[in-house]
T-cell receptor, first 113, second 120 residues
């Protein structure tokens, strides 16, 4: 079945540091890939997405590129801020049936001033 | 963008009672909604797929008699936790599927803000 593997946190960075959160997936067909962010006590917000190979999703300074050859969708940001502190979930949506979404375990990011 | 609401945002109930959680799509009609459960410091686990006018499809290991799902209209799905126990305490999140596919052919899902259930 479909699965998403992402690095476990927590990840602690200083403000303005470079961020990478690794994500790899296993899926049949041609899934869409997502990064969601969850701030403390809140629901999920879509951060960015990519629907086909080599697509780059970007939003709020975050980027991720859909790499079919390595089945990866790593999240990057050049300079993190304290306000980026949250839990980040990598996810895939399969292309068949109800198009269910499968989530990774989530990576907690803490940015310190 | 599309908005999905959940009610209540937090609920505390006593062991043995039942509690209902509502999920509404506010500005679009959703024939398909999903219910997820999130344990502390863990990922979201899909519990069931809710289809308007038909029975929900439950994931393996989810007790359908304990987690009753009703999708009676195109904008409302409800999850009722029956005879709740402390181990049912969790964060429950719903999502609603956009009825129209995007240019890539995928159907976007919009997530609600979640409901924190505490069973004492």
């Amino acid at each position: 079945g479909d699965s998403v593997t992402q690095m476990e946190g927590p990840v602690t960075l200083s403000e303005e540091a470079f961020l990478t959160i690794n994500c790899t997936y296993t899926a049949t067909g041609y899934p869409s890939l997502f990064w969601y962010v969850q701030y403390p006590g809140e629901g999920l917000q879509l951060l960015l997405k990519a629907t086909k190979a080599d697509d780059k999703g970007s939003n709020k300074g975050f980027e991720a590129t859909y790499r079919k050859e390595t089945t990866s969708f790593h999240l990057e940001k050049g300079s993190v801020q304290v306000s980026d502190s949250a839990v980040y979930f990598c996810a895939l949506q399969n292309s068949g049936g109800y198009q269910k979404v499968t989530f990774g375990i989530g990576t907690k990011l803490q940015v310190i001033p | 963008g599309a908005v999905v609401s959940q009610h209540p945002s937090r609920v505390i109930c006593k062991s043995g009672t039942s509690v209902k959680i509502e999920c509404r799509s506010l500005d679009f009609q959703a024939t398909t909604m999903f219910w997820y459960r999130q344990f502390p410091k863990q990922s979201l686990m899909l519990m069931a797929t809710s289809n308007e006018g038909s029975k929900a499809t439950y994931e393996q290991g989810v007790e359908k008699d304990k987690f009753l799902i009703n999708h009676a209209s195109l904008t409302l799905s409800t999850l009722t936790v029956t005879s709740a126990h402390p181990e049912d305490s969790s964060f429950y999140i719903c999502s609603a599927r956009d009825p129209s596919p995007s240019g890539s052919g995928s159907y976007e899902q919009y997530f609600g803000p979640g409901t924190r259930l505490t069973v004492t």
